[in-house]
Nanobody, 123 residues
């Protein structure tokens, strides 16, 4: 089993920045990729950004150039730096982990999930 704990959400004005963190514990050796997903009210959950243990990344078109995912393997932590935030970025952001052998570029590939952290972009 893998446990994921997110932090760093909050309220920010349009154009502002936030950094989310996700600390993983447990059976870390089984994890290939970690990703950030978000779910806005009334919408489906979507994959925002993901990164593999080898450093490959994948981003949703809507966040390319604004969000950056990174990981610190020594700390078992993944970060999502969000810049130029827009009101439409408002959502609950979830950290998730995909085991080896699963499709890490699709939401269905993630088998461990955190509890989520709220990000609100509003003036």
């Amino acid at each position: 089993q893998v446990q994921l704990v997110e932090s760093g959400g909050g309220l920010v004005q349009p154009g502002g920045s936030l950094r989310l963190s996700c600390a993983a514990s447990g059976s870390i050796f089984s994890i290939n990729a970690m990703g950030w997903h978000r779910q806005a009210p009334g919408k489906q959950r979507e994959l925002v950004a993901a990164i593999t243990s080898g450093g490959r990344t994948n981003y949703a078109d809507s966040v390319k150039g604004r969000f950056t995912i990174s990981r610190d393997n020594a700390k078992n932590t993944v970060y999502l730096q969000m810049n130029s935030l827009k009101p439409e970025d408002t959502a609950v952001f979830y950290c998730a982990a995909a085991s080896y052998g699963r499709n890490w570029v699709q939401i269905q590939g993630y088998d461990y999930w955190g509890q989520g952290t709220q990000v609100t972009v509003s003036s």
